[in-house]
């Protein structure tokens, strides 16, 4: 167990509540102490600049009284500079002014002149002493000024160390006439140091300009003159003149808090120290007492919280162990006095709670044994049962997953059979009529077909239809017919059982049937969907292969369906077509349409169903497209709708040869009709009598117009039959020479062939046409007339014939006015004419050429025109050869 025991806990809680108002409290009490000290050091340095200030003015009054005394003196005129007179003088100095340890007059050659107060009994006393080699007496005759002399030892401080002002003193003719001296009385420059109040640990000290002690607490070191320019805090005086610092003191051998101030005037330096110890100490002590707290409680937190820990831990390790014991299945009566030894009430309470509830569940426990000894042996039994319907579902299950997986039904059912053999033991076949086998099961490899539509007539079974009477129990085989819908599809033969004799058990039966519905819906559905996908692909073909387009919007107005055609006839690709909408695809309509009349506008918004519309085709040829919209619905609901677009190229063609025709009818038959009418009118006229010339005149008149009404006719129908596709040929093996001799003779009378020089150059050794006589002599016989009837000279006709492998190409040459390139295609048109106005005089009905053309391409020849204009043509027509292993018979083509 790697987490602490509840023995750790509750000490650890207890110790971190004791903690934290001790540590608040420290840091408290740590953060004022800090405070302070700081207060405190501030206070030094405050004492060490007042201190500074005494000790100045004390220095100053001094030398001021000197001052004075040398005043006067040089004031007084020499017979009043006795000794007496300068005594006194001095005297009264030193009396009126308490702090001088004794006050002298020097001449200017240095001997003592005067002195107050005398030399004390056994002391030198200073009068007359020469003092010409002091450094102060030197200084003051140089340079006349007041001078402070260093801390020094000498007869003027008898002996002791000494401070002197030596102030200069003046003849009364302002001459340097000595000086006076005033010594210091150390011991009252030390009463004044010392009646400041430095706090504990803390001492003054008084330094001269050379770094002598004037006052220092150690008196040895003011008496031996010792120097204490050494000393750090010395040396930092030469830098700053006032400062705080921590100091190592050379004479206490110590760190100490030293704060000092320098005497500007004078060069000295005061300062006061303080053990540095001492200055913390109130600091460091708050910290040991605040550490030892902490300890102590620390200490006095584990051992009560142990204390009290150990109290609750009795009786909670009593429960602990006891529902261990309860985990590992050890029931035994709990120890009630575990319970009881000091633990609180509560505790005790929860404990009896749980030794109770152990006791109810140890009672529960042996009854859920019982209880779970009955459910195994009822488990036991379902499982047995359920283990046979899972395999009977997994068969059954194995004949519908595989419409999932797209299998073949055959290979399905097949295995299904497999694991049914597994399950009942036994050999089982299917036997399916033929019209089952001839749907997609036909492939199925266990299936036998069968002439019976009744299985009940298998020798060694008996039938398991519904209404199979239990009788059949004693039988082992059995046949199960396959029937949907009153129609039996055939039926499950399940065979003996080899190894044993045992008969099928009612579970058996019963699966046998769900098996057989299952197959009989599973062959059911194979041959709905066979048939369907057959109907569609019938619909398909139909679709596919009508000449119309079609196309169909659904009720979202998007395109659902288009055939091939749609596709062809609009030049819009198959995808692009299917993503399009119905708005979308009537503007990619529209844009192939020249001009979109009042008639597609209305079509599109359905305000008609049907529409008329000419279309550019891909190869720039005009087509005319008819569309009509219908709707496309069933069991009263609608689908969408659907448009059908006929190219009805070929009708409107028919539509404008009808209109030419009948215009040329009404042209053409006018004339000769009217001449006609004429003839008869005047041979018929009662009051006339002509004579018989003018009647043969008249009458071979109307002859000739007659004719020339039937040729038209002809014309007429000859075009008509082309038009129709119906222009039939009789062909026969034929030859050239022959029917161009023909088409020579038949030329009419008023063609002008009499005019006319015709050219054969025709080889005897051509081959035979396979050609209709009379046909081939029409289309010459056209081409000779209008030879001669473009020609502005006499005609010349040259005819001449060639052949290849398969062709004989007959070339009818002229030396007429010839055809402009731009025309050369255009003639063979129908009522194509190069020049109206000419043709008008000339006769032409621009027919001539078009039947032609229809003529030679009824025998799959081709005709066509080499010419330019002013040197004639020249018209080729290539005409199958014949062939004779073709055979004699005359063939229609
Ligand atoms: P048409 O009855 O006007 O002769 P065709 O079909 O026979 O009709 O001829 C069509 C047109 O071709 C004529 O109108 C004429 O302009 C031109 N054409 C036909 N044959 C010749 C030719 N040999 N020389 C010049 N132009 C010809």
């Not at 059954?396 to 059979?417: C, H, K, Q, W, Y």
């Amino acid at each position: 167990m790697n987490n602490p025991s509840l023995r750790l806990h509750l000490t650890i809680t207890f110790a971190i509540l004791a903690l934290i108002p001790i540590l608040v409290l420290g840091s408290i009490q740590i953060f004022q102490i800090k405070n302070i000290t700081n207060d405190y050091n501030k206070t030094q340095m405050q004492t060490t600049y007042r201190l500074a200030d005494a000790v100045q003015t004390y220095t100053y009054y001094h030398r001021n009284a000197v001052e004075t005394l040398a005043t006067t003196i040089s004031a007084s005129s020499p017979p009043f500079r006795t000794r007496e007179s300068m005594t006194l003088k001095l005297q009264s100095v030193k009396n009126n002014l308490p702090g001088f340890s004794g006050l002298f007059v020097v001449n200017r050659s240095g001997g003592v002149s005067a002195q107050f107060p005398e030399a004390a009994a056994g002391q030198k006393p200073l009068l007359g002493t020469d003092l010409s080699g002091r450094s102060y007496f030197q200084n003051v005759k140089a340079a006349e000024t007041t001078t402070i002399t260093p801390l020094f030892r000498g007869p003027e401080g008898a002996d002791k160390p000494a401070i002197a002002i030596a102030v200069p003193v003046y003849s009364d003719q302002k001459q340097w006439d000595g000086l006076v001296v005033g010594v210091l009385d150390l011991q009252e420059v030390a009463r004044l140091v010392t009646k400041y109040d430095y706090g504990t640990d803390a001492y003054p000290v008084v330094l001269d300009a050379e770094g002598r002690a004037i006052y220092h607490p150690e008196a040895a070191i003011s008496d031996s003159l010792t120097d204490l320019s050494g000393e750090p805090v010395v040396q930092d005086t030469k830098t700053h003149d006032q400062g705080q610092g921590k100091y190592r003191s050379g004479v206490y051998r110590q760190d100490e808090l030293v704060t000092y101030k320098k005497i500007g005037d004078l060069g000295w330096t005061v300062w006061v120290g303080r053990s540095y110890k001492a200055a913390n100490a109130a600091f460091t002590d708050t910290l040991q007492t605040t550490i030892i707290l902490l300890v102590l409680t620390l200490v006095l937190t584990v051992v009560v919280g142990n204390l009290l820990a150990k109290r609750l831990n009795g009786t909670i390790h009593a429960l602990v162990g006891y529902t261990q014991k309860l985990a590992d299945g050890i029931f035994s009566v709990p120890d009630k006095k575990l319970a009881s030894r000091g633990a609180p009430y509560e505790l005790q309470m929860l404990a009896d709670h749980f030794f109770r509830m152990a006791g109810q569940i140890r009672e529960n426990q042996r009854a859920l044994i019982e209880l779970n000894a009955e459910l195994e042996n009822r488990v036991a039994d379902r499982t047995q049962s359920l283990s046979r319907k899972n395999q009977e579902l997994e068969i059954v299950n194995g004949l519908l997953t595989p419409i999932m997986t797209r299998r073949n039904a055959g290979e399905f059912i097949e295995d299904s059979m497999a694991h049914l053999r597994g399950l009942i033991h036994r050999e089982v076949r299917l036997r399916l009529h033929p019209l089952t086998v001839s749907t997609s099961l036909g492939r199925f490899k266990d299936a036998e077909a069968t002439a019976a539509p009744d299985g009940a007539s298998h020798p060694n079974g008996s039938a398991l239809g519904s209404g199979s009477d239990s009788g059949s129990d004693s039988i082992s085989g059995a046949i199960v017919p396959i029937q949907t819908g009153g129609q039996t599809l055939g039926s499950i033969v399940v065979g003996g059982n080899a190894d044993s004799d045992s008969t099928l058990t009612d579970n058996d039966r019963k699966f046998l049937l769900t098996f057989a519905n299952t197959v009989a819906i599973i062959l059911q559905n194979d041959m709905l969907l066979s048939s369907i996908r057959h109907e569609h692909a019938t619909l398909n073909a139909v679709l596919e292969s009508m000449s119309d387009a079609i196309v169909l919007i659904d009720a979202d107005r998007h395109v659902v369906y288009a055939n091939r055609r749609m596709t062809e006839q609009f030049g819009i690709p198959m995808p692009q077509l299917l993503s399009m909408t119905e708005e979308a695809l009537f503007s990619a309509i529209a844009a192939k349409l020249p001009e979109p009349d009042d008639e597609w506008t209305a079509f599109t918004r359905k305000q008609r169903l049907h529409a008329k519309c000419k279309v550019t085709g891909e190869n720039g040829k005009e087509r005319f497209i008819s569309v009509s919209a219908f709707q496309v619905s069933g069991d009263g609901h609608s689908f969408g709708r659907g448009y059908v677009w006929r190219d009805i190229t070929k009708e409107h063609e028919v539509d404008a040869l009808k209109n030419d025709l009948i215009s040329l009818a009404s042209h053409e038959f006018k004339t000769p009709i009217t001449s006609i009418k004429g003839g008869v009118e005047t041979l018929l006229r009662p009051d006339a009598v002509w004579d018989e010339a003018f009647k043969k005149e008249l009458l071979e008149g109307i002859h000739e117009d007659i004719g020339r009404i039937q040729d038209l006719i002809d014309e007429w129908l000859d075009i008509s039959k082309i038009e129709a596709g119906a222009m039939r040929v009789n062909v026969q093996p034929v030859r050239v020479a022959s029917i161009v001799q023909s088409a020579i003779h038949r030329l009419p009378q008023h063609a002008g062939a009499e005019h006319a020089e015709f050219e054969l150059e025709l080889d005897s050794e051509l081959p035979l046409l396979k050609a209709d006589k009379l046909r081939m002599e029409q289309v010459l016989v056209n081409l000779f007339t209008n030879a001669i009837r473009y020609n502005q000279g006499k005609p010349v006709i040259r005819i001449s014939a060639e052949s290849d492998d398969s062709f004989v190409h007959i070339r009818v040459q002229d030396n007429g006015i010839g055809i402009a390139p731009e025309h050369a295609d255009k003639i063979f048109d129908r009522f194509y004419r190069v020049d109206v106005s000419s043709s008008r005089q000339t006769g032409g009905t621009g027919l001539g050429l078009a039947i032609s053309k229809g003529i030679i391409e009824a025998h799959g020849g081709r005709i066509r025109v080499e010419s330019e204009p002013g040197s004639g043509s020249t018209f080729i027509i290539s005409v199958p050869k014949f062939r004779w292993e073709e055979g004699h018979e005359h063939e229609e083509a």
